[in-house]
């Protein structure tokens, strides 16, 4: 189809004068309006006062949410421009966990003004250049700004926290949540390598029932299943030596097709026997070890458990909670500091896992597996999350993983920011200065990138009901007169020191939306053409 | 019956051909020649196309391909998107010739020709790929004029053979080498990436990337084999955090309750089962009569992996990465053994990890002596953003080494791969053939002029091809300076006139919008890169201008199958 256009142009081509470039312009700007659209659509739900989206999939599911990540993976785009902001908020959960939606308005902002700039006759590659240099100038600014923080500074650490969950549904909770947060993560900390949180050791069980107000962190580990109840074994067990089993406690099955061949009536007698004896072999052994708990791995070959093997294991008086997925075996066995074992065979001491209690307990409607007082209890924790329904618990969630990762930008950067489009105002004021001292074409397109930064703070005070052009002209006017933490107090309506009020973010997060946005633009605004191709 | 209504059909149809041979007796030469030009030589559905109808359309084929990409051209170069229309329509935005010349539909055959040479020069060199579709198409252009006065082809393709050759005269005359002097060979290299480099996404960066290109590429010292430089590509972070790493990184997890680092390796890579040994053969079943016995079988079973484990041990590693699954049992078993066992490494990385650290990839273990072993230095495991990857440091074989990428998003990581590649493959040919030119449209400006001067020196109407080469060179810089939005006509008669003093490394400055010397500005091109460019550029003229019937076949049809 591309060649069947290009061929329509070859003879306007052939007389050399004029070089028509409509349908360039036309792809460009196409693409520019596609991805603004999307930022658009994302825009109400920054801020504290931001609104939540409720999102239908096809599937019937609903979700409701104020995570731009999720809302825009949800969202089907098939714009490609459009395309590439869903995967640049994606980029920013990656790199920062939280600024989703802030990195896609900004994003859109950016855009805006590029597609004025284009109108006006700059040329695109000129444009990108000054974003570049602008983004890389901007990042000075926010590094100016920030304030230094120590880890022991347990306080800074929830602020920071706070201020994330503060934009989310699960807002009233913040003080619960926020140091839930904040001592999850620094109880996964290396202190041999203090710069490197891997969320992965953070595991979060969701339950329905009760309240957000219920969600508690574990010391230890637990299970959101029952422990299987069938012959009446314990689900208490005291001083457990807990084994982490991946073979199958069941008759044997080999690998190679097998069928056994009944010829009369004693026969079947002595198969059932011989099957008894298999079991309870197995279960003599493991009791023979001490072993009194038992995580057994599923498997998708044969029965990881049967009526019969449960049965001789409750009367050994040993716990059993079966179905453990393959993927949750290295964190159970880090954290119970344990070796799995697989194959009956290798079942010895050595390779259990002590803890003081390992207890089901009945929370709403449904029960869990709790593992308590491990002996040498490997770096990391399990928060045990709740809420009164679905949508409510998912959102938590989703809120919960956010302030994990505002944590773990702390422990990586460690440096704060004033939040309250604080930093915004700052950065568009700093480079709007800095814009007057250069020439030409890039004096021009910094002056008016410098001033889309501000549709932070616009969209904050918007969200928020205010008079959005007061707002933001009043602090414009107080960061002009060196106040240079004044941000948007979204509570009382008005400009105030925001780092009085707790408003903090991490550092990561401000500079990573900055850079992320402005290359992400500047890809969109070199794309000239779009091409079908197989 | 049936041989009455015969009889009526056959009459009929006399009767038909009667009236036909009647009318057609009227007017005899006419139905003669029609008959001539129906006469069928093709299948149904094949067509052709003769004489200055079939130059024509390879004309306008070629010529369209040149003008899709022509816009990527050059330091100011525009990006496509390519929209996938296949399952997920996947987009790939990219600068690349060869990227987006591959992955067109395209049913001229002119056309085809110009995709397999900027593919050609894609495999040969690396870089360049639209230049040449450029040239070409330019080339083909100039050819047009010449048809339409008249000239016949054979004596444009003379023509262009000897501007072809001239020119490539005139660039071994001006082609530098600093082979010799190390410092400066280095800084030549530099130059080349970064030249590269400028048109791409790394644009930016592009001291960061070319000092990781050349530092990567002088470690392969003179070999061409850049399968030895793995690049990885992980989202998140900036492009500047990439970086270049000695060693080899392998995208997988370390098996658990096995040691996390190991210090002076010694590493079996296979590709071997270690789920479980099925007997494959179909139908393949056992008869037992008692559970106990289903129970020895089992154990059989289990007796030989521990066997075949226990004979991949006895090969004295400590470390052992396999293609294909490890089970649990294994797992356990290597873990006692404190064997470091990394499962289902994709084949890439198993091939790659064998040749770096020099050993063989085994699959069967019988005999440990006749099986080479890989070695490192240290196997660790290290966290990139936020996963963890297994790196092998200080292998066998020195040359090798590992770029990590970072980038925003898939996009950006896919397309910096691309443009990183074109780097590598200069360079490495580059490190092989040390001769240097000049970039930003210099070296097309000299051998303009030389073939000018050719065209004045030749007798006959093959001059005007020659003439016509040189006005295809210019149409490079021409297109450089367009894609920049200067005034093209202003810089290259300024450009002309520059190049007309004796020596000058005047060239088209992009950024400052003029005319600047190349040498200070230290944009260089390879001579390889550029040589390839003229010469493949040219045979493809030749090519398609030679062709004056275009046949295309019948389609195969597909069955019907519903």
């Given at each position: ?16 004068s ?23 659509a ?28 999720t ?13 590439m ?52 100038r ?41 140091p ?27 339950k ?23 012959a009446?074994?314990?689900?208490r067990?005291e ?10 406690i ?8 097998q ?13 059932l026997?011989e ?5 309870l ?7 023979a070890t001490?072993?009194n ?32 997925e ?85 422990v ?49 005070a ?15 006017n ?8 004044s ?39 070199k ?8 | ?18 009236v ?31 004489g200055?109808?079939?130059r ?28 996938s ?26 056309a ?55 020119a ?19 800084s ?25 290109a ?35 990184i ?10 996390k ?30 559970m ?13 992996m ?29 873990a ?47 966290m ?98 367009e ?18 003093k ?42 398609i ?18």
């Amino acid at each position: 189809m591309a060649a069947a256009a290009a061929v329509l142009r070859a003879p306007s081509s052939k007389t050399e004068s004029y070089v028509d470039t409509k349908r360039r312009d036309d792809v460009r700007q196409a693409n520019i309006i596609a991805a603004s659209a999307i930022a658009d659509a994302v825009r109400t739900s920054l801020g504290p006062k931001g609104m939540d989206k409720m999102i239908s999939s096809a599937n019937g599911e609903v979700i409701i949410t104020n995570d731009g990540a999720t809302i825009l993976n949800k969202m089907e785009v098939i714009q490609p421009a459009a395309k590439m902001l869903v995967d640049l908020s994606r980029s920013q959960d990656a790199a920062a966990g939280d600024g989703t939606t802030t990195v896609v308005v900004l994003a859109g902002s950016l855009l805006k003004r590029s597609l004025s700039l284009l109108s006006a006759g700059v040329h695109p590659t000129a444009v990108s250049d000054a974003l570049h240099r602008l983004s890389i100038r901007a990042v000075e600014v926010l590094h100016s700004m920030a304030i230094p923080l120590d880890l022991s500074n347990r306080d800074a650490l929830v602020k920071s926290a706070a201020t994330s969950l503060n934009s989310k549904v699960v807002s009233q909770y913040s003080s619960l949540l926020a140091p839930l947060a904040v001592d999850a993560v620094l109880s996964v900390v290396d202190p041999a390598q203090p710069d490197i949180v891997d969320l992965r050791d953070v595991k979060i069980v969701k339950k329905l029932g009760g309240t957000v107000d219920d969600t508690e962190l574990v010391k230890g580990l637990v299970f959101d299943k029952k422990v299987s109840h069938s012959a009446g074994g314990p689900t208490r067990v005291e001083n457990a030596k807990i084994a982490v089993v991946q073979f199958q406690i069941s008759p044997p099955k080999t690998d190679i097709e097998q069928s056994i061949v009944v010829s009369d009536y004693t026969q079947m007698d002595r198969i059932l026997r011989e099957e008894r004896n298999y079991i309870l072999g197995m279960v003599k052994k493991i009791k023979a070890t001490g072993c009194n708990v038992l995580l057994i791995q599923k498997s998708i070959l044969r029965d990881a458990v049967t009526d019969l093997s449960l049965h001789y294991l409750a009367k050994a008086k040993i716990l059993v909670v079966k179905d453990v997925e393959r993927d949750e075996i290295e964190f159970i066995t880090k954290t119970l500091n344990c070796l799995p074992i697989a194959n009956i065979e290798h079942f010895r001491e050595d390779k259990l896992g002590f803890a003081n209690c390992v207890e089901e307990v009945s929370v709403g409607d449904g029960k869990i597996v709790k593992i308590t007082g491990i002996k040498d209890m490997g770096r990391t924790t399990t928060v045990l999350v709740r809420g009164s329904n679905q949508l409510v618990l998912d959102e938590a969630e989703r809120s919960l993983h956010d302030a994990l990762c505002v944590v773990r930008c702390l422990v990586n950067k460690k440096f704060l920011i004033a939040g309250g489009g604080a930093p915004e105002i700052e950065m568009s004021r700093q480079l709007g200065a800095w814009a007057k001292e250069l020439k030409g074409m890039e004096s021009y397109s910094i002056k008016e990138f410098a001033e889309a930064l501000e549709v932070i703070p616009y969209t904050l005070a918007e969200n928020a009901g205010l008079n959005s052009i007061a707002i933001v002209t009043e602090l414009r006017n107080r960061h002009a007169q060196g106040e240079i933490n004044s941000g948007i107090n979204v509570r009382k309506g008005q400009i105030t020191n925001i780092l009085e009020e707790n408003v903090v973010q991490p550092l990561l997060v401000s500079t990573s939306a900055i850079t992320l946005a402005a290359e992400c633009v500047r890809m969109i605004l070199k794309i000239d053409d779009v091409v079908i191709v197989r | 019956m049936g041989r009455n209504n015969d009889r009526d059909g056959a009459r009929r149809w006399r009767l038909a051909a009667d009236v036909e041979t009647r009318r057609s007796d009227k007017d005899d030469l006419v139905a003669v020649a029609e008959t001539i030009k129906n006469t069928r030589l093709l299948k149904d559905e094949a067509t052709e196309e003769k004489g200055d109808r079939a130059r024509m359309a390879s004309f306008v084929g070629a010529m369209a391909i040149a003008d899709l990409v022509k816009t990527t051209l050059g330091p100011k170069g525009m990006d496509k998107i390519l929209q996938s229309t296949g399952r997920g329509h996947n987009v790939t935005v990219t600068n690349d010739g060869a990227t987006i010349l591959k992955s067109l539909h395209i049913d001229n055959p002119a056309a085809k020709v110009l995709v397999d040479i900027s593919k050609v020069q894609d495999d040969e060199v690396g870089d360049g790929t639209t230049s040449v579709v450029v040239l070409a198409g330019e080339l083909l252009r100039e050819a047009e004029k010449l048809v339409n006065l008249k000239i016949h082809p054979m004596t444009i393709i003379a023509g262009y053979r000897m501007a072809a050759e001239c020119a490539r005269n005139a660039l071994l005359q001006k082609a530098k080498d600093n082979k010799q002097d190390p410092d400066r060979f280095r800084s030549d290299l530099m130059k080349i990436a970064m030249t590269t480099l400028s048109s791409k996404i790394l644009y930016q960066d592009k001291e960061h990337f070319a000092k990781l290109a050349v530092d990567a590429v002088l470690r392969l010292k003179g070999s061409t084999n850049l399968e030895s430089i793995q690049i990885i590509k992980k989202a998140g972070g900036s492009l500047k955090d990439s970086f270049l790493d000695e060693g080899f990184i392998l995208d997988k997890k370390i098996g658990i309750g096995q040691p996390k680092r190991i210090e002076n390796a010694k590493i079996l890579v296979a590709n071997t089962a270690m789920d479980t040994d099925k007997v494959k053969i179909y139908g393949a079943r056992v008869r037992v009569d008692s559970m106990a016995k289903v129970a020895e079988i089992e154990g059989a079973e289990k007796e030989k992996m521990r066997e075949k484990v226990q004979k991949i041990i006895n090969h004295g590693i400590n470390c052992f990465v396999n293609r294909q699954l490890i089970y649990n049992f294994p797992e356990e078993l290597f873990a006692d053994a404190g064997v470091l066992a990394i499962e289902h490494a994709d084949f890439d990385g198993i091939e790659r990890l064998a040749l770096v650290t020099g050993g063989d990839i085994a699959s069967t273990f019988d005999n440990p002596e006749s099986v080479k072993l890989g070695h490192c230095k240290l196997i660790e495991e290290i966290m990139i953003g936020e996963d963890k990857l297994i790196h092998f440091s200080g292998v066998e074989m020195g040359q090798a080494c590992t770029i990590v990428l970072r980038g925003s998003s898939s996009h950006v990581l896919d397309e910096a791969e691309r443009s990183l590649h074109d780097a590598l493959c200069v360079l490495s040919q580059t490190v092989n053939d040390s001769r240097v030119l000049l970039g930003g449209g210099w070296p097309e400006m000299v051998m303009s002029k030389e073939v000018d001067e050719l065209a004045r020196k030749t007798p006959g109407k093959k001059s005007h091809a020659i003439e016509a080469f040189s006005h295809a060179l210019q149409a490079i810089p021409t297109i450089i300076a367009e894609n920049a939005g200067l005034d093209s006509a202003e810089l290259i008669s300024q450009l002309r006139a520059e190049h007309h003093k004796d020596t000058t490394n005047a060239g088209i400055d992009v950024i400052s919008g003029g005319v600047g010397d190349m040498e200070n500005l230290g944009i260089s091109e390879a001579f390889k890169v550029k040589q390839a460019v003229l010469l493949s550029a040219t045979e493809a003229t030749e090519m398609i201008l030679r062709v004056d019937q275009i046949i295309t076949c019948a389609p195969r049809r597909r069955e019907d199958r519903m």
